[in-house]
């Protein structure tokens, strides 16, 4: 098994990216969707975020109300913190659940947004980095999510810096361009990772 770690900052295309290669074969654990799913209404997750943060954070019918948690957090280290506290160890134990129900040689990609910034690259057998230019991103953010010039400039200011996320690659895709650059590129990216994963196990074996 290959343990890959993908990142890119906000408007890189690192969603792309990650479907490309599920189409190739990869298994994908995708931090944010497991992220979502241990706090579903039910779970033990969100009975301790409510447990932490008081029951204004749910909506009517029960569900986490996701910006309401977002004001409170994002305003207040501290405060997400202690929510970070709750999820990424869920997050974790879910990932690698998925993780070990893997084929021993699958190439398993953990869609990560924040492996920079929390430093997990050394968790991965490498590291890909969806690499885009800040003003292809601020583009990206504003004329394909609707987000107004300021919100995106400031999602992008709460993440890694785009040297810093470099430093932690071993393999960058460049998607400044347009869409159709970018497939034959994550292709022979899949060939790199299967070979990467065949002298693996014979190293092993």
């Known amino acids: 098994m290959l343990k890959v770690g993908l ?3 906000i408007g890189a295309g690192k969603s792309e990216v990650s479907r490309l290669l599920a189409s190739y074969g990869a298994v994908i654990v995708d931090a ?8 579903e209404p039910g779970t033990p997750g969100l009975a301790a975020v409510v447990a932490e943060f008081g029951p204004e954070i749910l909506t009517e019918d029960g569900a986490l109300d996701r910006p309401r948690l977002g004001g409170i957090v994002f305003a207040d280290p501290e405060r997400l913190k202690a929510l970070n506290a709750i999820v990424h160890p869920l997050v974790g134990a879910r990932s690698a659940e ?6 021993e040689d699958a190439v398993v990609v953990h869609d990560v947004p924040l492996l920079a910034e929390n430093g997990l ?3 991965y057998d490498l590291v890909v980095v969806v690499d885009a230019a800040p003003e292809t991103q601020l583009d990206r953010l504003v004329r394909r999510r609707g987000m107004s010039e300021e919100e995106a400039r400031s999602r ?11 430093a932690v690659a071993d393999l960058v895709i460049d998607n400044d361009g ?8 994550v292709r ?12 693996t196990r014979t190293a092993a074996g």
């Open 178 to 185: 347009p869409i159709e650059a970018l497939a034959p590129q």
């Open 98 to 103: 998925l993780e070990s129900a893997a084929g």
């Open 7 to 9: 990142t890119g900052g």
């Open 121 to 123: 690259a050394p968790l």
């Open 188 to 199: 022979a990216v899949w060939e790199e990772l299967l070979r990467r994963e065949r002298a």
């Open 156 to 166: 992008m200011a709460a993440q890694a810096g785009r040297e810093q996320r470099k």
């Open 32 to 39: 944010d969707k497991i992220a979502r799913e241990v706090v």
